[in-house]
């Protein structure tokens, strides 16, 4: 559930380039309780990471924060227990305010999006690629779906599932063939009982239509696997923050998703199912509000960036650097999600440039893709003094400092960004251990940051820059061309085309699966739009 939040919207303008839609250097004010949006166009009020978005259509969104402090049990009902006399469920406790359930990305990035400045999509998106063999009835929840649980941690089994786990995977198989009718369904319940609600989601439904849907599932199926569940629905629900979604939203997305589930599987739905439903949404939505109120006495819910420079290095790549309202903690190799003034509640991830900089400044690198809202609006309307909104960062492609082991690192396209911080942060450590960067591109001209890369090799013997052009040759060959690499930590960062194909030519190359770092695919689909 990656969807952007709902202040953005509030005080903007409908999109005039020439306009600013937040003040700067005023700090962030809690949000207010989101308005229904308007309806079509992209500066409506509504809702993210990501997404990729990667984003769909929910409450959704990031990650991390700073000092946590311990949050009491629930007082009152249990979350997601019905009240006994209209059926509806009771709100989940909190000792603070949190956030809608958040959705990892759900659709290859195939799907439609206008040009910066262009009118939102009214119609569905086209179908992206398929669910690959041997996925789960969650990964089926759209056609136009990646794997959803791939964002979840595996966790080692648990052995027999649980009563409650079963009804559910029953409920799921359901489902999973008319998968778009419940989406659909779930939306209209939501909208039509809960219309305060339509505001916390993006105008245009398309990319962000399957993510919150498909997160709840995807969550309920894992719910025997408590070290995941708790790992991934905190990050989920740590990232909610900035879409303004509070603990009260939850009931309203639990009695819609209940009313959904059991409209469509009417052949497995029964009191017992919907008890297991009731008991598992419960245990999802209380770990997510407990995370976003942890974080909360910790971490803003975003952050807003001044742009300072806009450096374009090719006809549809631009470096472009931010300065925070306030600090930014993150590491090297992680990513964040943005916000532009133009496209109020649609985010997009995108990794940082750099390691850590005394001076506090970020960069990033973007490509503008065809009909990319966020990517076309950053690289050709960007300019100094233009605010920014960032998310919390997030991702653990991050190197072990506590280790000597050599870093094999492979770059493709705008992918070379966290590599170049990789680099950086390893010289920052000060420990000679090699590094090996290979760095693929389509043309010569695309490799626009080749000469940054070959300054880094020139001052660090240890590293060697490796470009490799699909003219002359193909990434995967130039890799294991180089090897062996069983004693490397493998790092990629790419298209999701190049990290598949990649995973597959470093096991091969004998790189245990354990020892291959990237950024979940289906968070990188939404990145480039």
């Known amino acids: 559930m990656d969807a952007p939040t709902t202040t953005s919207a509030d005080n903007g303008t409908s999109g005039n380039s020439g306009s600013r839609w937040f ?49 009491g049990p629930p007082a009152g009902p249990p979350a997601g227990a019905t009240d006994g006399v209209s059926g509806r469920i009771a709100p989940p406790s909190s000792t603070g305010p949190a956030t809608a359930p958040d959705t990892p990305v759900t659709a290859p990035e195939a799907r439609r999006q206008p ?76 909208f039509t009982r809960h219309p305060d609600l339509r505001g916390l989601f993006p105008a245009a439904m398309d990319t962000q239509r399957d993510r919150l849907l498909a997160a709840l599932l995807t969550a309920a199926e894992h719910i025997d696997d408590g070290d995941a569940l708790a790992e991934h629905l905190g990050h989920l629900g740590r990232g909610h923050r900035k879409y303004g979604t509070r603990s009260v939203h939850y009931p309203a997305v639990g009695e819609c998703l209940i009313g959904a589930l059991s409209r469509y599987a009417s052949a497995s739905w029964d009191d017992e199912t919907e008890a297991a439903w009731v008991r598992t949404y419960t245990t999802i939505s209380q770990i997510m509000i407990d995370a976003a109120a942890e974080d909360e006495l910790r971490a803003p819910a975003w952050w807003y960036a001044e742009v300072v420079s806009h450096d374009p290095r090719t006809s549809d790549i631009a470096v472009i650097t931010v300065r925070p309202d306030q600090p930014y903690p993150f590491l090297a190799g992680q990513y964040t999600s943005l916000e532009t003034p133009w496209w109020p509640r649609i985010w997009r991830h995108y990794s940082f440039a750099s390691a850590p900089r005394s001076d506090g400044l970020l960069s990033f690198h973007v490509k503008a893709v065809p009909a990319g809202w966020v990517s076309n609006a950053l690289v050709h309307r960007a300019r100094p003094g233009d605010v920014l909104r960032l998310g919390p960062p997030t991702g653990s492609m991050t190197v072990d400092h506590s280790t000597d082991s050599g870093l094999l690192c492979v770059g493709g396209g705008t992918g070379i960004a966290p590599i170049k911080a990789l680099v950086e942060d390893v010289a920052e450590h000060g420990r000679r251990r090699p590094v090996e960067v290979f760095y693929g591109a389509r ?40 090897g ?28 245990p699966a354990g020892r291959i770092r990237h950024d979940a695919v289906e968070e990188l689909v939404v990145a480039g739009s």
């Open 23 to 71: 003040t700067p250097r005023k700090p962030p004010e809690q949000p207010e309780a989101a308005q229904p949006a308007s309806g079509g166009s992209g500066d409506a009020a509504e809702t993210t990471d990501p997404g990729p978005e990667k984003p769909t259509s929910s409450p959704c969104a990031e990650p991390p924060g700073r000092r946590a402090a311990a949050v």
């Open 115 to 190: 040009a910066a400045g262009g009118p939102p999509p009214t119609a569905a998106a086209p179908p992206g690629s398929p669910a690959p063999p041997g996925a789960t009835p969650s990964d089926a929840l759209s056609s136009r779906a990646a794997p959803s649980d791939a964002a979840l941690p595996k966790a080692a089994s648990t052995g027999t599932a649980s009563p409650d786990a079963v009804l559910v995977q029953r409920t799921m198989a359901e489902i999973a063939p008319i998968a778009d009718k419940v989406t659909s369904y779930f939306y209209a319940l939501l």
């Open 443 to 482: 043309t010569d001209h695309d490799l626009y940051d080749i000469d940054t890369m070959l300054r880094l090799q020139r001052s660090h013997p240890w590293l060697a820059v490796r470009p490799v052009v699909d003219n002359r040759a193909q990434l995967p060959d130039a890799v294991r061309a180089y």
């Open 484 to 511: 062996p690499w069983n004693e490397y930590d493998a790092y990629l960062s790419g298209p999701p085309g190049m990290i598949r194909s990649g995973v597959d030519t470093l096991r091969r190359a004998g790189i």
